[in-house]
């Protein structure tokens, strides 16, 4: 069974530029949530979809948005790329449907993401 | 204010050696509580999930241990291999919450010397 996919791995953008990153979560799962990890804060959510939907959002600018397809695959989008959004960027997927107390998370290997 | 704290902040011991990790948090109310181990550049990997009726959970080298009570956690790694150079992550789900509404520590860095 394949993992969580993330593409592309590695990307490097100018200030001002918009990027979209993807991500095809495992056959079957229908969340997907994403994070932003530097080495400052450490993982911060970004917001949560289910079956298309977003389900929770984080304290992240409107430059950041996502949405999800009716495959389940995700993608994020950032627009006027800043210094600060240099990161790296994960997607996770689960299977559950509601709150899960022992619902694992599987995430990607991450795109990393250079603004310069 | 829901929070997760982590301690240390960096360790480093010899390969063989055990060693313990601390997770204290205060979510509430608590859910489950979650231990990664993430390589560096690479995405997390879970090592353990426990609820609160759990006491401690293991997988292989690894043994996790809660006291909801006291609302802390500790990860015990046993006789340490230098593959186990990583930074772990400790995760808190409050009730009812999914994936979106996860707390996560800043890690604690380990780095297991020859």
């Known amino acids: 069974k394949a993992g969580v996919t993330q593409t592309p791995r590695y990307l490097i953008k100018t200030r001002g530029q918009q990027v979209t990153l993807s991500c095809s979560p495992i056959?079957?799962?229908?969340?997907v949530s994403w994070y932003q990890q530097t080495p400052g804060q450490g993982l911060q959510f970004l917001f949560e979809?289910?079956?298309?939907?977003?389900?929770n959002k984080g304290n992240f600018p409107g430059r950041f948005s996502g949405r999800q397809f009716s495959n389940s695959r995700s993608e994020m989008n950032v627009s006027t790329l800043e210094l600060g959004d240099s990161a790296l960027y994960l997607c996770?997927?689960?299977?559950?449907?509601?709150?899960?107390?022992?619902?694992?998370?599987?995430f990607g290997q991450g795109t990393r993401l250079t603004v310069v | 204010k829901n929070q997760v704290e982590q301690s240390p902040q960096s360790l480093i011991i010899l390969e063989g050696k055990n060693c313990t990790l601390q997770?204290?948090?205060?979510?509430?109310?608590?859910?489950?509580l979650r231990w990664y181990k993430q390589d560096t550049g690479r995405g997390p990997v879970s090592l353990t999930i426990?609820?609160?009726?759990?006491n401690t959970k293991s997988n292989g080298r690894y043994t996790a241990t809660l006291d909801a009570d006291t609302k802390q956690s500790s990860l015990h790694i046993t006789a340490s291999q230098l593959s186990d150079s990583a930074s772990y992550i400790c995760?808190?789900?409050?009730?009812?919450?999914?994936?979106?509404?996860?707390?996560f520590g800043r890690g604690t860095q380990l780095t297991v010397w020859p």
């Open positions: 979809y289910f079956s298309e939907t977003q389900r």
């Open positions: 997770c204290n948090y205060t979510v509430s109310p608590f859910s489950n």
């Open positions: 996770a997927s689960s299977s559950e449907s509601t709150g899960g107390a022992n619902t694992e998370a599987f």
């Open positions: 056959s079957g799962h229908r969340s």
């Open positions: 426990m609820t609160f009726s759990e």
């Open positions: 995760v808190v789900g409050g009730r009812g919450s999914t994936l979106g509404r996860l707390y």
